[in-house]
C-alpha cells in the first residue's frame, strides 16, 4: 500500500471529528510526532506519526498549493 503524502502546512480531513465539530487539520510540526492545529476552534494537538497516518482521510488543500496560488509578489 502506498504512503499517504503530506507537508507541513497542509489541511488535512480526519476520520474522526474533533470535539468543536470539524475534521479538518492543519499540520503545524512533523517529526516522530505530528502536531496539527484544529481549522475550526484552533486547539493543536499532538498525535504519532503512525496513529496520524491511519486516522488521515486525504489531503484538502496542499501548502504547495496555496503558495503558488496567492503567495506574496515580491517586487
Not at 1 to 25: A, S, W, Y
Not at 35 to 57: D, T, Y
Amino acid at each position: 500500500m502506498e504512503r499517504k503524502q503530506f507537508e507541513l502546512g497542509d489541511i488535512v480531513q480526519m476520520k474522526k471529528q474533533h470535539p468543536c465539530g470539524t475534521n479538518e487539520m492543519e499540520i503545524i510540526r512533523m517529526g516522530m510526532d505530528i502536531r496539527m492545529k484544529c481549522v475550526g476552534c484552533k486547539h493543536s494537538v499532538l498525535v504519532p506519526r503512525a496513529k496520524f497516518e491511519k486516522n488521515m482521510r486525504k489531503v484538502l488543500r496542499s501548502a504547495l498549493e496555496s503558495e503558488q496560488q496567492g503567495g506574496p509578489d515580491l517586487q
